[in-house]
């Protein structure tokens, strides 16, 4: 399993809250924005509202490690259901109705007994079975997503730590610290570079040992019932 869960709280974007929000970014020039950036809680305050699961389109996933994420919510259907569920930590959660929660969606061996999966599998699965088996389970693969250099880059710039420095730099100009502010600031643009091309090297490794693919013969059963 994924990283460790420890509640999931089902709720939805309220627009009369996504209104005061935005109020309230133009209200402190911006600087609210990046207070919800920064602070989970207070933008999940000024966005989300605990809901039912007819009515929720987001999670609110708190992680074992301390974490808090915001997860959009995708329906998916396949031919005999219809389904939402969520993707955290590259690990895909569907809601189970019978048992009113999120449970991962991962094919459960131990259910089976052995003449069962005999049985059931040995003589291959449709066309129609695999097509619906890869959009529940989806792709046996562990794919650590790639974000593009410029993402990287916002996101650097915009953490506490340079948005001080950018404050820090308008104030020494108006104080006459020409020169030094100059410095400090051609300094932190190095040190956004090397971070972000650090941060980029990390993910490509990441992405390169996780990738990982090696041909499989699989049975299939045709429209007429034979397996091939």
Not at 173 to 192: Q, T
Request: contains cysteine; aromatic residues 18%; positive net charge.
């Amino acid at each position: 399993m994924g990283g460790k869960i420890k509640e999931i709280n089902l709720c939805y974007a309220s627009a009369p809250k996504r209104i005061l929000r935005y109020l309230f970014y133009v209200l402190t020039l911006w600087f609210g924005y990046l207070l919800c950036l920064w602070i989970v809680s207070l933008r999940i305050k000024m966005t989300y509202t605990l809901c039912s699961p007819r009515e929720c389109n987001h999670v609110i996933v708190h992680g074992a490690d301390g974490s808090t994420e915001i997860v959009k919510i995708t329906w998916e259907s396949t031919t005999n259901s219809k389904f939402m569920c969520f993707k955290y930590r590259l690990f895909k959660y569907y809601y189970e109705r019978n048992q009113e929660s999120f449970i991962p969606a991962q094919f459960e061996l131990d259910r089976f007994t052995f003449q069962q999966l005999k049985t059931e599998f040995s003589q291959g699965l449709t066309q129609q079975a695999v097509l619906d088996n890869q959009r529940f389970y989806e792709k046996n693969l562990t794919e650590v997503p790639r974000q593009p250099w410029y993402i990287l880059l916002v996101k650097e710039v915009l953490s506490p730590f340079y948005i001080f420095q950018v404050f820090s730099f308008v104030v020494w100009i108006l104080d006459a610290y020409v020169s030094y502010s100059i410095i400090v600031f051609i300094l932190s643009g190095i040190a956004i570079i090397q971070s972000m091309v650090e941060t980029m090297s990390i993910r490509n490794k990441l992405y390169k040992m996780s990738y990982y693919v090696t041909p499989i013969t699989v049975f299939r059963r045709n429209a007429t019932g034979a397996t091939v």
